[in-house]
């Protein structure tokens, strides 16, 4: 959490986080728990847990449609299903279930690390690029940068990175503030017994929901923005 | 720019491939379990839906055009009803007219036969009274004949046939 640290190791020459790890390692679980529960029995008629399922790829497949190529919607369902379901776990993970032995996070959001999510936005990125090289070759690929003209290039490049910032830091600002203030809730609830414990909890409850919905809109903002990122990747003037 | 991010901390880069192995597998197993079927099924569905709407329109018309055709027969069997019932006055009509014309003509030919009859009959008649005077005529000329002879005769004959006449107007 936000005061807390954080028990680290080290691998291959690699730093690996145990609460990234951790909860990262739920959230996969999660994920999986979710799409195999809901798809145990498929019908024609859908039961509760299809149309679930039905309902959110309708919805992702949704915001794909409206900004990527009609054409090309088809080929990236997949990749927005598995990205909003991610994320909004992620989202949710740490406002539900937080876990800390010793001062030192095990289980939280794992979007409330900028490490993760620029992750994600990093993954969104090269993903980008990569539906670039295979709609337009790699020559047309390069020469995207350079358009309308040869000036544009550094802003070109400069636009990538920020994309790339954009878009990781601001599904962290907001997870991690979100868990900062319960933390500071949390704070209040214990510093005077009973009274401000009483006290904090209508609180603690409000911001919890409106972190709950937070997380919500942000996943979708999250998806949102990749696939308008990628649409226009995708839609380059010629 | 990430080290200064994350300054307070240690930089996990670890993390990083962690967390994008994970989500590529995660991806993988959503194919797999969940977005392969469930698109499947909803693709299905949207077909059967459509197939269901072309065939429901399809047995509307047929239905509609089942209707037609049945109101076409009924149209019809009425019109034939129609022309049944009036042959059959028509032909009642012929056969009656048929009928008394024939009368007619049996009547006439009866009438023409009858009348033919009475005329032969007469005729047959008139011949024999003409027969009857001729014979009477020559009877009469060879009485008449016979008694020339005599003066005295003639007035005694002539007499006489006077008598026979009386007698005859008397009988």
Known sequence: MGNGTVASFQLFGLTFSVANL??????????????????????MRPSKGQNVIEWLIDFTNGVLKGNLPANE?????????????????????????????????????????????????????????????????????????VKPFWFFFPINIFEELSSFLTLGLRIFGIIYSGEVLLEMIWQLAESHGILTMALSLPIEMIWQGFSAFLGAIQAYVFIMLSSVYIGRKLQEED | MLLHLVVARTLYNGDTIFYALSFILLMWIVKIFAWKPVTKMMQDRSNKISNDIDNAEKSRKDAAAMAEERQAALAGSRVEAQTIVKDAKENGQQQREQIVTQAQTDAQSLKDKAQKDIAQEREDALA????????????????????????????????????????????
């Open chain 1, 73 to 145: 919607v088809r080929g990236y369902g997949l990749w927005g299903f598995t990205l909003f379901i991610f994320i909004f776990l992620s989202n949710q993970l740490g406002l539900f279930f937080n876990l800390m032995i010793n001062g030192k996070a095990i289980v939280r959001s794992p979007t409330s690390d900028p490490v993760v999510t620029l992750t994600m936005s990093l993954m969104t990125v090269v993903f980008a690029n990569y539906s670039s090289i295979r709609r337009w070759g790699t020559k047309g690929y390069l020469t995207s940068f």
């Open chain 1, 22 to 43: 951790v909860s990262g390692a739920i959230v996969f679980l999660l994920a999986i728990i979710f799409v195999i529960a809901t798809t145990r029995h498929i019908t």
């Open chain 2, 128 to 171: 024999s009274a003409r027969n009857d005077v001729a014979d009477l005529s020559v009877e009469i000329a060879s009485k008449l004949l016979q008694r020339e002879l005599k003066a005295d005769d003639q007035k005694a004959l002539i007499d006489s046939y006077i008598e026979g006449l009386g007698e005859q107007h008397e009988s």
